[in-house]
């Protein structure tokens, strides 16, 4: 559902803009596409947007200057980077800057819709990020939580194996776990959620006993890794990002597993399964029944 939210994309690339434009216009998103960074500016100078796609490197305004811009003068404004083989500093000076999430070049319609989605669902939600925390799990899961964050405070690098060791204790990171370890670590709400969404093993919804993955990247796409989806979605009555009511099963879509020459790949808990078809899906989930 495109909820009529406004988006930007900025992009020194024309067929980025046409691709992005083409995918989500069809899907009723409300979107337009600029080829420079200056003229993001002055386009949003004019016009609010709720969700910013910008590309890092352009030329004059480069993608960096671009989402120091909107943080200091449309902070409301989420913000998704487009990238080709980003570099770890630049992807740390993003999520630094509090990015929602990423998308990677050359992207399928999938992954963009995917991670559009996401955005969407974030740019709607974020004020349950800065709510107050309601206690909501047993005290010896805080008690414990609590430890971690003491154990990470005041160390450089320490929100990923906080987020990691959080993770482990609750099975997930929902906005309430969130709030506490950024208080507890001194850093901003925004900033541990963009690093929650964007890392693929962390998980803000709860998982079943047994996860399943599927990759929306380009080899498994192109080999119809959708039938594949849409037929586990069938068969489980499962929708991406939901746990089945018997809590056995969880579904969700990555970018890439990183096993393309066995596309379309689908992975279930640590189990890697190649070359699959929807004709498979019932055998290898009859296996974890
Ligand atoms: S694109 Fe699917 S594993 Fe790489």
New binding site residues.
Partial sequence: MADNLKILVVDDEPIVIRSCVAVLKAEGYNIEGTLSGKDAILKMEQNPYDLVFTDLKMPEVDGITLIRWIKQKRPDTGIVIITGYPSQDTIKDALELGIIDYVPKPFTPAVLLDVTQRAVEWVKGKVSVTEEVKEEFPPSMIQEIDRVIKQYKNKPGSSIPALQRCQQIVGYLPPVVQKRIARGLNITPAEIHSIVTFYSFFTMKPRGDHNIRI?L????YVKRVEEVLNKIKEDLKLEVGEVTEDKKFSLETVR?????GL?P?MVIDDETYGAMSPKKVPEIIEQYK
């Avoid at 990247?217 to 498994?220: E, L, M, N, P, S």
């Fill in positions: 990759c990247g380009t080899a498994c890439c597993l990183g096993a393309c596309a790949v």
